[in-house]
């Protein structure tokens, strides 16, 4: 059997240095990614001078379905299968979608005690916490070897076709749309930032390569 790359989606830490918290390799590849390029709107009207000036960043989607299946896990007796079917590689992806409260909270909730202890909670009031302390996960799309994608999962939808007698579900379509995270100089997120320009240039490239396939069209349509 030849070798298969597959695809993967990655929640990750700032630098990912430590245990993964969280990753999602595709059983099965989607048979098909539609990518839309989301053009800024650009000055328009007769009098204007600037309508091929750049502004905001093109904005790229992705969205495709990924598919699940505990039939081969079933047939070879899997434990995690029996128990649960395809359960938890869905709730990994739920997960992604969903911004992790507990330990923030926890965290946030003993810094209020401390301060209030410490007398910083304004006198009489009682300390707060005015800066929401939860943050949606930070996300790698990895689709082949050229691209690196730091995305946000815009949305997704389940759709659990098949269940064991637990009612655990065996089969299940999930329909996931992303956004590729536009690279921001001052976010402290270097491996987004570094995945970007890997995916930047290797797209470049590519683009630099397909001279070569042009080259003689090229002299046909400039004959000097």
């Not at 000036?53 to 007796?77: H, M, P, V, W, Y």
């Not at 949606?136 to 995305?151: A, E, K, M, S």
């Not at 064991?164 to 379509?173: E, K, R, S, Y």
């Amino acid at each position: 059997m030849p070798f298969l790359l597959r695809g993967a989606l990655i929640e990750y830490g700032t630098d990912l240095i430590g245990p993964i918290p969280n990753v999602v390799i595709f059983q099965i590849n989607p048979e098909s990614l539609t990518r839309t390029m989301q053009v800024p709107e650009r000055p328009s009207g007769a009098n204007s001078r600037e309508s091929s000036q750049a502004g905001e960043k093109t904005l790229e989607r992705i969205s495709f379905k990924a598919q699940s299946s505990a039939a081969d896990e079933l047939a070879e007796n899997k434990v995690l299968a029996r128990g649960f079917g395809v359960g938890p590689r869905l709730c990994a992806l739920e997960k992604m979608v969903n911004p992790s409260s507990e330990l923030g909270g926890l965290i946030g909730e003993a810094l209020d005690k401390i301060g209030d202890a410490l007398g910083l909670g304004g006198g009489a009031e009682p300390a707060s916490q005015p800066i929401p302390r939860e943050k949606f996960p930070r996300i790698l799309f990895i689709w082949g070897l050229t691209r690196v994608l730091p995305v946000t999962i815009d949305s997704m939808r389940i759709t659990e076709l098949k269940y064991d007698f637990l009612l655990n579900p065996v089969q299940a379509d999930v329909d996931i749309e992303l956004s590729v995270t536009v690279s921001d100089p001052c976010s402290d997120d270097k491996l987004a930032a570094g995945a970007l320009t890997f995916s930047t240039m290797a797209k470049e490239a590519q683009a630099i390569a397909n001279l070569a396939n042009t080259a003689e069209q090229i002299v046909e349509l400039i004959p000097f």
